[in-house]
């Protein structure tokens, strides 16, 4: 059964925040448009890796012949959301020389001292790679906000700030999509939980993951106002469960994939004569 | 039948170079210590794919705890050798939010307005990080060489600005690995001519490949002097046989495995209490 079958709906559709979205309404736990248990999610994640490899390779192509095209993952969620699998088994598909990734953590002094787009600007994706923001310029109305590190008028500026900029990066040629992993409270304390239960994943745990798990709610309001004020026609949200992780990699998977797909990406022609070479190719 | 029984003998030992070795004398399509053929080479390299990954996040994860371990895999060879499938299926298997990619192309403007080693050391990995050189500082020794880019003397001082420059890498925490996988002037026209054969591959040919190909000797001296004057004990060369594409892959594979075994990683211990975190996760 081919990968397609298993989608009832398309899942982009169902996933995309639009109109009257509420955040507090979507159900961690559900597998939008997705008719199949783990096992078939798992034999669709491994039919599309092989689909989003050809067609990264593709994009790659057009790179290296003057089409301007790239593509850019922004992924946002709480601890233990599954960010991480993602990018392994997601983007792990997709060949690292295409790949530009990009991990964002707590700003340097550096980064502080210039507005919070510049460190995000440096690490846009170039003409024919697959850009991934793990944490992204979304941490500055998010953790800024529920923390308090920038007064509300600053966090006001900063979401037009974020629309003026993925505008511009939109029209120069970067599909953008933006997915926030949605966890339910009860999953993410299990995970963390089997980070302290198991030795070999103590390194994962950080005592400031439960520091922020106290501020919930906070966190899920900021969200909704981060949906409310950056989901826009050239810049989407897609908000997509994540209390299974075998779901939430086939729709990213598939994002991805529609996004590439929607670029109608030919194989470069050639710019020389073919004939021409093979002549001097022989000769050598 | 696990990976390790198909090796004979410890392919890094075999391949790496040291005392007289000479680039000539070595055989294109050889297919050294691998007792086996290309679906055992297949399936040696599967199994290879989950211990690397495996090691790689054991690297990871040292560098999230202070270690200030890295590991450097340095590509260079002719075109249509065979570093985009290296590159693909032996890093590929490792999680992209730890594998620091860089491709070296021409170097623009700005670079060349700088010492050759300038846009190099700002792409070297970061703690806990595998780097992978696609071709390297090394274009500035073998082009710059073959084409007369820069004179003699400056070629002999850049030997000298490598080995140095590496020492310091190697003294940092970094381990570092120079491949150059070694194919045959037959095996290259058959892989260009498949290029031209096939117009989904027409974009990977560029007229300059036969240009290049037809300075094919004085490419080889020029590979031979690198080896001569920059194989050291910090930074060893490794000339893989590139004919069998499948053998290149799990040869590098084996590589990168014993550079980072060669770490002997353990998982970080916590560094807060685990019972007080699992305390205050439960009343969270």
């Known amino acids: 059964m081919g990968r397609e079958t298993y989608w009832k709906s398309d899942p982009d559709e169902l996933l995309r925040v639009a109109g009257d979205f509420r955040l507090a309404d979507r159900d961690t736990g559900a597998t939008p448009g997705f008719d199949?248990?783990?096992?078939?999610?798992q034999k669709a994640l491994a039919e599309g890796a092989?689909?989003?490899?050809?067609?990264?390779?593709?994009?790659?192509?057009?790179?290296?012949?003057g089409e301007r095209r790239s593509v850019l993952l922004v992924l946002q969620a709480m601890d233990?959301?599954?960010?991480?699998?993602?990018?392994?088994?997601?983007v792990g598909a997709m060949n690292p020389g295409g790949v530009r990734y990009a991990g964002f953590k707590k700003p340097t002094p550096e980064e502080l001292a210039h507005d919070f787009l510049w460190r995000v600007e440096k690490r846009l994706p170039a003409a024919g790679e697959v850009g991934v923001f793990d944490r992204s310029h979304y941490e500055d109305v998010l953790v800024a906000r529920v923390h308090e590190l920038a007064p509300p008028d600053e966090i006001e500026r900063r979401y037009r700030a974020i629309n003026d900029f993925e505008r511009e990066v939109s029209e120069s040629g970067t599909t953008i999509v933006k997915v926030m992993l949605h966890l339910g409270k009860d999953e993410q304390r299990?995970?963390?939980?089997?980070?302290?239960?198991?030795p070999d994943k103590h390194w994962k745990f950080n005592p400031g993951d439960v520091d922020e798990r106290l501020r919930w709610d906070d966190y899920q309001e900021a969200y909704q106002l981060v949906f409310d004020r950056t989901s826009t026609p050239y810049a989407p949200w897609y908000v997509v469960p994540a209390d299974h992780k075998w779901y939430?990699?086939?729709?990213?998977?598939?994002?991805?994939?529609?996004?590439?797909?929607?670029?109608n990406l030919e194989w470069p022609e050639a710019d020389y004569d073919v004939e021409e070479q093979k002549a001097r190719l022989a000769a050598s």
Do not use: C, N, P
């Open 248 to 263: 939430a990699r086939i729709a990213v998977q598939h994002l991805l994939i529609d996004a590439l797909e929607s670029l």
């Open 50 to 65: 092989g689909i989003l490899a050809d067609l990264q390779e593709r994009l790659f192509a057009a790179g290296t012949h």
């Open 80 to 90: 233990t959301a599954g960010k991480g699998g993602i990018v392994s088994h997601v």
């Open 36 to 41: 199949g248990d783990k096992k078939d999610g």
């Open 190 to 198: 299990d995970r963390l939980q089997a980070r302290l239960d198991e």
